[in-house]
Structures are given as structure tokens and as C-alpha cells.
């Protein structure tokens, strides 16, 4: 009798804990419930744990219905990129909660990777594992469209096996090589999300350069409606943020520090982005480098400074972009590039008012604004051009390729060649 009764009372214990388990399950999905903020993080938190599994259980159980992830103070251990869903919030504590990647491993694979495969023979396994993200590529398919991307779905003796079919042929002899080299988060095919308050840490000492078609500190791909507000992508061994193939993105009130590649890179269509009061440097090549039909845009109030090459370049098809109130210095080469482009693809009807451009040129030589794009309707106002260092060598250059702006009460400091200067002029 007292062991029947034993029994039971296990029994009725048992059902208790598991309602209690689904109950909190469906507290996540279910609307009914009206959970709709999960923590993750420290002990305390809905979802206690440090690393990208535990942030990314927390985003799948809003995927349906939508809500906020707020992330504990803490350092969070990335090995595969966080994957955004529609209608979901990555809240983080500020500057405490610091996503960083772990330590990219690499390798070549002896088999050449052909179109549509889905597996690769490679040297060596190490580090790999089931989840990573990872870039395939070549010497003769290294950079943008040409790379493939895909999660590694299974690993057997020195064979990975990935998602998704290669997009192109791959040859082993070429120097083809797979590695983890990913984005921090990503936000693919979806719409209505936001990113806040946190720290994206590439940890770019500790890893290869990634593609940034592909992936990003932050990468937006085929996506609508996205903000990332008040954060700081620093040190990624590719571009900081990057967007493509998208609408209404907005990028403010962030810092983007230490890329590998461009600060912030919006591009292969996409129109009605919203740059402003962000603050990028350090950037191995630009601080804003606007792709191909990046168009009906603002970048105001921004600060672009100490990148390697341009502050800001434009070109491809990149119309109807307002640039206003910046502060573009001390970068490597030019302040403003205008790209070469023929007439037909140029930059037309953008606008730059009330900028200061300061500076530049400080590797050797540039220019405050360089036009080398028959660009239509190009109008500069109430600029102000600064040289107290003597680095830009002209306030405005335009090359014999480049059509003459609108000049509209602009301010010119003192420049070796001049404040105006076309390219048959210089010495």
C-alpha cells in the first residue's frame, strides 16, 4: 500500500512538472500567454547562458508570434551567426552585452566543389562543426556574387556537408578553401526587425576575412523595414554592416570601428536607406561605400573619419541621395569619391549641404570631393571645406570624366591646387 501510494505520488509530481514545463514553452509561442519578452543571459534570465545557441533558442520560440530578446549584461561566445526572425526585437543591456565571435577556422578542400554540390572533401575537419556558417570560395571566385554561402548540416570522416548547392565551380588547385568566416547577426528574407543596444565584436584578430555580399558584423540580405539603432560592430574582419537587396533600413546612432573591408556598405538595390548620427572609422578601405542602386536615401548627421581610403564613395546607378550635416575627415585618400561611371549609370540629382569636409588625404595625398562620373544635377551647398593640415590638395577635383557640380555658398579653406580644379589643370 505505501509503495501504491508512493507510485502515485510520483506520478502526480511528474504531471505537475511537465504542465509547468509546457506551460512556460507556451508562454514563449502562444500570444494567449502574453509572453512576449524573453531574457537571456545571466542565471536570472528565461534563457540563462552566454553563447549564440542560447540567444538563438530565444529567437525561434518568438518566430511566429513576434517580441522582444533582451540580452543580459555579459560577453555572449558567437560560432555561427545569430539569425533574425519577421517582427522580433535584439535588445541588448548597452554597452555590457558584447556579442563576440569565437576564434574562424579555415581549410582547403583537395576535391574540386563543383556547381549545385553540396559537400566538400577538404584537408582537415578541425574546429568545424554541425550549425557553423561557412564561405566557399577561389583565387578566381574570391569577392561579392562569386563566393557561396550555406550551414554545415553534417560532418563525416573529411567530408563537410552544407545546405545549400555551390553557386559556382571551385577548383581545389586554385587555392579553394572553406572557412567559418560569418556574420555576427543576420537578418535574411525578413521584414520588421530591430537591433539595439549591444556590441557585435568580430574579434578580427582571430579570424579570416569574410565576404560582404555574404556576411557582415551585421548583414541585411533581401530583407525590408530593418533598423539597427545604438550599436557598436568593431573589429570584424570583413564590412562592419552590410545591406543588400533590400527597402527601408535604417543604420543611426551606431559606431562601426576597426572593419576589414568598408564600414557600411548598402547596395545591389537598395533604395530608402537611412544613415544618420552614426560614427565610422578605422575602416580598411571607406567608411560609407554605396553600392550599385543605393538610391532615394539620407545620410545626415554622420561622422566618417580615419578610414583607410574614401570617407564616402558613390556611383553605380546611387540617384537621389540627400547628404546632409556630416563631418567627413581625416581619411586616408579622398573625403568624397565619385566613382567612374558612364553617363547613363552615373550618380545623378545628389545633394550635399551643410557637410564639412576636413582634412583629407592624410596617406599622401586626395582630394575634399573627387568627381569622376558625369554625374546629372550634382549640387554642393553651403559646404564647408577645411585644410588646416594642407592633405587635400584641392577643395573639389573633377576628373575629365567628371561633370561640373552646382556650387551654392560653399566655404573653400586654402588648398595647394586650388578650391576648383579639373584634372588637365594639375601640374
Given amino acids: 500500500m505505501k509503495l501504491l501510494s508512493l507510485f502515485l505520488s ?7 512538472v511537465a504542465q509547468q514545463e509546457v506551460d512556460h514553452v507556451d508562454a514563449l509561442v502562444t500570444p494567449r500567454f502574453a509572453k512576449r519578452t524573453v531574457t537571456v543571459g545571466s542565471s536570472m534570465a528565461d534563457v540563462a547562458g552566454f553563447s549564440n545557441q542560447s540567444i538563438q533558442f530565444a529567437i525561434d520560440a518568438l ?13 555572449f561566445k558567437i560560432n555561427a551567426p545569430i539569425r533574425m526572425r519577421s517582427n522580433v526585437t535584439l535588445q541588448g543591456a548597452g554597452k555590457g552585452t558584447i556579442l563576440r565571435k569565437g576564434t574562424g577556422v579555415q581549410t582547403r578542400f583537395i576535391v574540386d566543389a563543383d556547381y549545385g554540390e553540396l559537400k566538400l572533401t577538404v584537408e582537415d575537419v578541425e574546429g568545424f562543426r554541425i550549425g557553423m556558417k561557412v564561405q566557399i570560395s577561389d583565387e578566381d571566385n574570391s569577392s561579392c556574387w562569386n563566393v557561396s554561402a550555406a550551414y554545415v548540416t553534417d560532418i563525416q570522416d573529411n567530408v563537410i556537408y552544407i545546405s545549400d548547392g555551390l553557386i559556382r565551380d571551385y577548383r581545389s588547385d586554385r587555392n579553394g578553401y572553406i572557412s567559418d568566416a560569418s ?16 556590441t557585435a565584436d568580430g574579434n578580427g584578430s582571430e579570424n579570416f576575412l569574410a565576404d560582404g555580399c555574404n556576411s557582415a558584423g551585421i548583414l541585411v540580405l533581401r530583407s525590408k523595414h530593418v533598423t539597427v539603432d545604438s550599436v557598436h560592430v568593431k573589429d570584424f574582419n570583413g564590412e562592419g554592416i552590410s545591406w543588400q537587396i533590400t527597402e527601408h533600413v535604417t543604420i543611426r546612432n551606431s559606431e562601426i570601428s576597426g572593419s576589414g573591408n568598408t564600414g557600411l556598405h548598402p547596395g545591389t538595390g537598395s533604395p530608402y536607406s537611412i544613415i544618420e548620427n552614426n560614427n565610422i572609422h578605422h575602416s580598411n578601405t571607406d567608411g560609407l561605400f554605396i553600392c550599385w542602386r543605393a538610391y532615394h536615401s539620407q545620410v545626415r548627421g ?30 586616408g ?7 567612374h561611371e558612364r553617363k547613363s549609370n552615373a550618380p545623378h540629382r545628389n545633394t550635399f549641404v551643410k557637410n564639412i569636409i576636413e582634412n583629407n588625404g592624410v596617406q599622401g595625398g586626395g582630394y575634399g570631393f573627387s568627381i569622376n562620373s558625369p554625374a546629372m544635377d550634382l549640387v554642393l551647398k553651403e559646404n564647408s571645406f577645411r585644410n588646416g593640415k594642407q592633405s587635400q590638395k584641392a577643395a573639389v577635383y573633377i576628373y575629365a570624366n567628371g561633370s561640373e557640380p552646382t556650387l551654392e555658398n560653399n566655404e573653400f579653406g586654402s588648398h595647394s591646387l586650388g578650391d576648383v580644379v579639373y584634372e588637365q589643370e594639375e601640374k
Fill in 333 to 339: 585618400s579622398d573625403g568624397v569619391n565619385l566613382r
Fill in 63 to 75: 518566430a511566429k508570434v513576434g517580441g522582444t530578446i533582451k540580452l543580459t549584461e555579459g560577453i
Fill in 10 to 16: 510520483i506520478i502526480c509530481y511528474s504531471s505537475l
Fill in 183 to 198: 556574420s555576427v547577426i543576420e537578418v535574411i528574407g525578413l521584414e520588421n526587425v530591430y537591433i539595439s543596444n549591444l
Fill in 302 to 331: 554622420n561622422k566618417f573619419h580615419h578610414n583607410e581610403r574614401f570617407g564616402i564613395c558613390t556611383g553605380h546607378k546611387d540617384t537621389d541621395v540627400i547628404f546632409s550635416e556630416n563631418h567627413i575627415f581625416e581619411n
